[in-house]
């Protein structure tokens, strides 16, 4: 997967029409992608969601989080979710999607107007659901995309809009798979 293209802030805002457009009831998912160790990537056709390991055979549990007491993996940011509409502007590049570290890419409006904490998604046969818990970014996303890409998805439109992507945890686990509709539960 390539580093390459980072927009500039002007050319990111100039796509927030597009992003603005994503359906707010029923979506698509548009890309699956696992990550099973640090700075790896697969693209999946389908994927499983469990209730205690999140998407099978991704690092989330073992990787743990350096903000938990114990180190331990959070349990409400199971999943990372990105609009992608918002990854198709910031990566430019469907081969750079999975540079941007979620688990599910779905054409849905996940600004937090439309989908509160405790919202759930229907997506194939599992349910997920919104956590308050903020999706920011890190180091990692700016050295991807960009300065620019990353004071975009937090600025207070990026915000608002969920841009950076949100996070959620899975409470019935079952099969995701690619042109799947998502929609709130």
Known sequence: MTQGLQLSMSELE???DEVRGAPRDEGT????VRRPNVDQREVLEQGD???EVGLVGDNWKARGFRKT???SAHPDMQLNVMNARAT????????RWPLAGDQLYIDLDLSGENLP??????????IIEVTPEPHTGCSKFVARFGADAMKFV?????????LRGICAKVVAPGTVRVGDTVKKA
Request: net charge negative.
């Open 69 to 71: 007491a114990d180190g």
């Open 14 to 16: 100039s796509g927030l």
């Open 29 to 32: 998912v548009r890309m699956i």
């Open 88 to 95: 198709a502007l910031v990566a430019q590049d469907p081969s």
């Open 117 to 126: 904490a405790g919202t759930r998604l229907a997506i194939g046969s599992a």
């Open 154 to 162: 937090n600025s207070p439109v990026g915000r608002e809009l969920n």
């Open 49 to 51: 969601l469990d209730l």
